[in-house]
């Protein structure tokens, strides 16, 4: 099972992007959804999350002040809009998705399905 993310591409420092991903529908229930990042040659990195029944938020402090991320329940959607763009904003977002409660949702381990990533360049 893979999720669709969409919505990545090259934008000036400063620039917005809305990240947007969906769950297919054989995952019926969702606990959380998150956004991870990978530039190149670091690891993957926790960006955001949100519950998606509470509606509960969490951001990684490179990004608090700048993303935010949404989700809608009944279409097993999140967003994340992506604002104030800098060039080291520059990877390949991976959203994700627990069905369950596994831990912490910063965590890699804690989700269950994963999208293929999509681009995002912040050109300075």
């Known amino acids: 099972v893979q999720l669709q993310a969409s919505g990545g591409g090259l934008v000036q420092a400063g620039g917005s992007l809305r990240l947007s991903c969906a769950a297919p529908?054989?995952?019926?229930?969702?606990?959380?959804m998150g956004w991870f990042r990978q530039a190149p040659g670091k690891e993957r990195e926790f960006v955001s999350a949100?519950?998606?029944?509470?509606?509960?938020?969490s951001y990684a402090d490179s990004v608090k002040g700048r993303f935010t991320i949404s989700g809608d329940n009944a279409k097993r959607t999140v967003y994340l809009q992506l604002n104030s763009l800098k060039p080291e904003d520059t990877a390949v977002y991976y959203c994700?998705?627990?069905?369950?409660?596994?831990?912490?949702?910063?965590?890699?381990?804690?989700?269950?399905?994963w999208g293929q990533g999509t681009l995002v360049t912040v050109s300075s």
């Open positions: 529908e054989r995952i019926f229930s969702t606990y959380a």
């Open positions: 949100v519950t998606m029944s509470g509606g509960s938020t």
């Open positions: 994700a998705a627990a069905w369950t409660y596994e831990g912490p949702l910063s965590a890699i381990r804690s989700y269950h399905f």
